[in-house]
């Protein structure tokens, strides 16, 4: 039974460009929660998404970041000109229901140039 | 500002011995409460989580929660080198939403 699978592990991009960042959740889940840690820093949530919606946006930044969860296919966490300070780890989570423990991927490591 | 603190080590305790991680929180909303366990470079993994005041065990893990106090814990007994971690609260906030403390880092001497 496979977990929570996010791709890519690592991601190196330049100043300016875009990140795209994937996540499947578990089979059965279709509760998809993402989370940002940076650099001693605690996990920080960001985005809460059931299948086509957004449920709960406000750990997101307003302007670059944008996230989506379509009927089909994986979510998808995109960052728009990207900068420095959006180096991290993000993490992916899923549950069954949003009262169920989230389990989470092994994350993505973003690194910007 | 919703808090979670977390005592941040490195806690070290000999293998062998009874590992004890604290943790407290501002949002007395929280209803649920979440251990994960964080190798270094590596994604969090749930532990334990518990709902009620008092005492729940898991195998060698036993987690406490004292509402009153806004307190949880988390008791490792028969502590292993395996277990040498970070060790992360999250309290849940609201339905879904967890607030994280930034861990606790356990070294468990062989």
């Known amino acids: 039974n496979a977990g929570v699978m996010q791709n890519p592990r690592h991601l190196v991009r330049r100043r300016g460009q875009e990140a795209r960042l994937r996540c499947s959740p578990m089979k059965g889940h279709s509760h998809v929660y993402w989370y940002r840690q940076l650099p001693e820093e605690g996990l920080k949530f960001m985005v809460y998404?059931?299948?086509?919606?957004?449920?709960?946006e406000s750990g997101m930044p307003k302007e670059r970041f944008s996230a989506e969860f379509p009927k089909e296919g994986p979510s998808i966490l995109r960052i728009q000109q990207v900068v420095r300070g959006d180096s991290a780890a993000y993490f992916c989570?899923?549950?069954?229901?949003?009262?169920?423990?989230?389990?989470f991927g092994d994350g993505t490591r973003l690194s910007i140039l | 500002q919703k808090e979670v603190e977390q005592n941040s080590g490195p806690l070290s305790v000999p293998e062998g011995a009874i590992a004890s991680l604290n943790c407290t929180y501002s949002d007395r909303g929280s209803q649920s409460f979440f251990w994960y366990r964080q190798y270094s470079g590596k994604s969090p993994e749930l532990i334990m989580f518990i709902y009620s005041n008092g005492d729940k065990e898991d195998g060698r893990f036993t987690a406490q929660l004292n509402k009153a106090s806004q307190y949880v814990s988390l008791l490792i007994r028969d502590s292993q080198p395996s277990d040498s971690a970070t060790y992360l609260c999250?309290?849940?906030?609201?339905?879904?939403?967890?607030?994280f403390g930034k861990g606790t880092k356990l070294s468990v001497i062989p």
């Open positions: 989570a899923s549950s069954p229901t949003d009262t169920q423990p989230q389990h």
């Open positions: 999250a309290p849940k906030t609201g339905s879904y939403q967890l607030t």
């Open positions: 998404l059931q299948k086509e919606n957004i449920i709960d």
